[in-house]
């Protein structure tokens, strides 16, 4: 079993930077990898990053690509997700989720087990 659970969110004008925590409680972290979601009102959750375990891979959304870094530490049982250069488009909830395995389909949301209950990140001036 395992619980996440997201910290970090707020507000910030365009250009800003925050850095989202997903801390996780219950089984070791070291056997999932972990994936980055983020949903606008009215809009589907979509995938932005994935840090994988094992090989440590990481993966980033073409959005998000370059301005956002992913990275965890095992032994704090947290998963980081920093985002610089927010855009009033980068505005929505954002969720930390757990997965055994993805394969190439880490955008795929059937592949977490396991999802925290959100942080809301707004960009505005």
């Known amino acids: 079993q395992l619980q996440l659970v997201e910290s970090g969110g707020g507000f910030v004008q365009p250009g800003g930077s925050l850095r989202l925590s997903c801390t996780a409680s219950?089984?070791?972290?070291?056997?999932?990898?972990f994936g980055w979601f983020r949903q606008a009102p009215g809009q589907e959750r979509t995938a932005i990053s994935y840090?994988?375990?094992?090989?440590?891979?990481?993966y980033y959304a073409d959005s998000v690509k370059g301005r956002f870094t992913i990275s965890r530490d095992n032994a704090k049982k947290t998963i980081y997700l920093q985002m610089n250069n927010l855009q009033p488009e980068d505005t929505a909830v954002y969720y930390c989720?757990?997965?055994?395995?993805?394969?190439?389909?880490?955008?795929?949301?059937?592949?977490?087990?396991?999802w925290g209950q959100g942080t809301q990140v707004t960009v505005s001036s």
């Open positions: 989720a757990a997965a055994r395995s993805t394969g190439s389909n880490w955008m795929a949301r059937d592949k977490y087990i396991y």
């Open positions: 219950g089984s070791e972290i070291v056997w999932y990898g």
């Open positions: 840090h994988s375990t094992g090989a440590e891979a990481v």
